[in-house]
C-alpha cells in the first residue's frame, strides 16, 4: 500500500506462504508435529493435511512399509519355498497360511485381525472345491465326447495296463 503497510490477504486466517515454509522446515527437519504447530501457530489437522497433499517426508521416518508378520510366519516360508513364484502356490497351502495367522492373532487377543484371516481360509477353500468342480465337470465333459468310461463309477471296469516287451534275462 502507500502507506507502507503489507496488503491486505483474501483470508487472514490462513498463515501466510513465509510461515508455511518455516513450518515445512521445521517438520521435514525431525521437530514433533504438535511443537510445529505451537511455534508456528498452526492447526496440526491443517498441518498433516498440508504435509500428505505436497508429499511431506520428515528426515527421521523414511517411509517402510509396514511389517506386522511374525518372522517364522508360515507366508514368508510358503514365498521362499517357491522363489517368489506365485504361480506354483497352491489354493490349500493359502489356506492354511491363513487359518495359522488366524490362531496367532486369537493367541495375541486380536478378534478382529482372527476373524478376518478366518474370511480368507474361507475364501481360499471355496475358491478351491470350485476349482475342483471344474476340473470335474471339464473331465466328466470329455469322457462323455470321447465315449470313456467314468473312472469313479462302480461299474467301471478295472484299468488294463498295457502289456509290452518282456524284460531281457
Excluded: K
Excluded at 518455516?22 to 510445529?36: E, H, S, T, W
Aim: aromatic share 6%; charged share 35%.
Amino acid at each position: 500500500m502507500a502507506d507502507g503497510s503489507p496488503p491486505a490477504r483474501a483470508n487472514p486466517r490462513i498463515a501466510p506462504d513465509e510461515v508455511w515454509d518455516q513450518v515445512r522446515a521445521d517438520y521435514l527437519a525431525g521437530m514433533p508435529a504438535a511443537r510445529v504447530c505451537r511455534r508456528h501457530g498452526v492447526g496440526l489437522t491443517t498441518l498433516r493435511e498440508r504435509a500428505a497433499r505436497e508429499g511431506w517426508r520428515r528426515v527421521d521416518q523414511p517411509w517402510t512399509p509396514p511389517d506386522r508378520l511374525d518372522p517364522d510366519d508360515e507366508g514368508r516360508a510358503l514365498e521362499q519355498s517357491v522363489d517368489g513364484n506365485l504361480d506354483r502356490v497352491e489354493l490349500r497351502q493359502l489356506s492354511y497360511v491363513a487359518a495359522r495367522r488366524m490362531m496367532r492373532a486369537v493367541m495375541r487377543g486380536d478378534a478382529v485381525e482372527a476373524l478376518r484371516w478366518r474370511r480368507v481360509r474361507l475364501a481360499m477353500d471355496e475358491e478351491e472345491a470350485e476349482t475342483e468342480r471344474f476340473f470335474a465337470a471339464e473331465d466328466q465333459a470329455w469322457r462323455q465326447i470321447h465315449g470313456a468310461p467314468d473312472p469313479d463309477s462302480p461299474d467301471s471296469p478295472d484299468p488294463v495296463l498295457p502289456s509290452g516287451p518282456a524284460d531281457p534275462p
